[in-house]
């Protein structure tokens, strides 16, 4: 059985369908991108299955746990895009609210939690109030709420945009730590380069899962040759019909 069941997941606002009949499972230790168009229905989704948002149909399973279930909140690590900080309390005040939240004795965590602020350079700003800081730095200390305490799942909603590319790496390599040590991961991103480094992919286009596979899928159900052409294609050619440029939402940086 997978670690994660996302099983015929539909989601209305009044009339209108945001998640349509999504489908998908993921294996423990791996690194899961979620990408499509903008407004396809991505945060929509990793907020159903981090238990932030309702939705109307199916059913979302971690190993033998229904979600949402409060009990399973502490393996759960979420970013969300929008970021959820509290702009008196400091980075580490921060990290002692969550830890309370989750249960989780602080002290167990001093260590990870000083290594990653080192990692994403925000030791220096710990104690100071988050109303100091830059949506480059509320981006990093919201990425450092979701990993602090080693979840087995992570759910990352763009965790690295507007980052510069040297902090990107030394994050990605992060998140495969997470990963070989059982951790499974599932990262919105709609950069060409952070697709390719995920063990499998999710393209969602208007709520519905358009190909679900590793990078020799895309290739083969686009006819592309890379992972970088199959996506660039998708993205320009949603329903089968060429789109105008402003429609086309990758970012690459290769
Ligand atoms: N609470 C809501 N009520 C009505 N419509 C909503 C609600 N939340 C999201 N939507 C709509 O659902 C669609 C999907 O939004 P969502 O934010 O999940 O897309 P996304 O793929 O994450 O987009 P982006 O890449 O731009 O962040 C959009 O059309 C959005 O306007």
Redesign the pocket.
Same mark, same amino acid.
């Given at each position: 059985m997978a670690y994660l069941n996302v099983n015929q997941v539909t989601k209305y !606002? *009044?009339n209108?369908l #945001?998640l349509d009949s999504v489908s998908f499972s993921i294996e423990k230790g791996t690194l899961n991108g979620l990408t =499509?168009? /903008? =407004? /396809? &229905? *991505? /945060?929509? #989704?990793v907020?159903a299955i981090a238990g932030i948002?309702h939705y109307t149909k199916g059913t979302i399973d971690l190993e033998d746990t229904a979600l949402p279930n409060r009990k399973v909140l502490k393996r759960i690590g979420y970013m969300p895009?929008t970021f959820a900080l509290f702009p008196d309390l400091s980075a580490d005040q921060h990290i002692k609210y969550f830890a309370g939240l989750y249960k989780l004795p602080r002290n167990k965590f001093l260590k990870r939690t000083n290594d990653l602020f080192e990692m994403v350079h925000l030791s220096d700003v710990i104690h100071q109030p988050v109303y100091t800081y830059s949506e480059d730095m509320k981006r990093r200390l919201s990425l450092i709420l979701a990993l602090f305490h080693t979840p087995s799942l992570a759910i990352l909603? @763009?965790p690295t945009t507007g980052l510069d590319i040297s902090l990107k790496e030394i994050i990605w390599k992060e998140f495969r730590k997470l990963a070989s040590i059982g951790a499974s991961l599932i990262i !919105?991103t @709609?950069e060409l380069e952070e697709a390719g480094y995920c063990d499998q992919l999710l393209y #969602?286009n208007n &709520?519905k899962v358009m190909i679900q596979g590793t990078e020799s899928d895309f290739i083969e159900m686009t006819g592309m040759n890379s992972l970088k052409e199959s996506l660039i294609f998708l993205g320009s050619n949603e329903d089968g019909n060429e789109s105008n440029s402003e429609e086309t939402?990758y970012t690459n940086n290769t």
């Amino acid at each position: 059985m997978a670690y994660l069941n996302v099983n015929q997941v539909t989601k209305y !606002v *009044k009339n209108k369908l #945001l998640l349509d009949s999504v489908s998908f499972s993921i294996e423990k230790g791996t690194l899961n991108g979620l990408t =499509g168009p /903008s =407004g /396809s &229905g *991505k /945060s929509t #989704l990793v907020k159903a299955i981090a238990g932030i948002e309702h939705y109307t149909k199916g059913t979302i399973d971690l190993e033998d746990t229904a979600l949402p279930n409060r009990k399973v909140l502490k393996r759960i690590g979420y970013m969300p895009q929008t970021f959820a900080l509290f702009p008196d309390l400091s980075a580490d005040q921060h990290i002692k609210y969550f830890a309370g939240l989750y249960k989780l004795p602080r002290n167990k965590f001093l260590k990870r939690t000083n290594d990653l602020f080192e990692m994403v350079h925000l030791s220096d700003v710990i104690h100071q109030p988050v109303y100091t800081y830059s949506e480059d730095m509320k981006r990093r200390l919201s990425l450092i709420l979701a990993l602090f305490h080693t979840p087995s799942l992570a759910i990352l909603d @763009n965790p690295t945009t507007g980052l510069d590319i040297s902090l990107k790496e030394i994050i990605w390599k992060e998140f495969r730590k997470l990963a070989s040590i059982g951790a499974s991961l599932i990262i !919105v991103t @709609n950069e060409l380069e952070e697709a390719g480094y995920c063990d499998q992919l999710l393209y #969602l286009n208007n &709520g519905k899962v358009m190909i679900q596979g590793t990078e020799s899928d895309f290739i083969e159900m686009t006819g592309m040759n890379s992972l970088k052409e199959s996506l660039i294609f998708l993205g320009s050619n949603e329903d089968g019909n060429e789109s105008n440029s402003e429609e086309t939402t990758y970012t690459n940086n290769t």
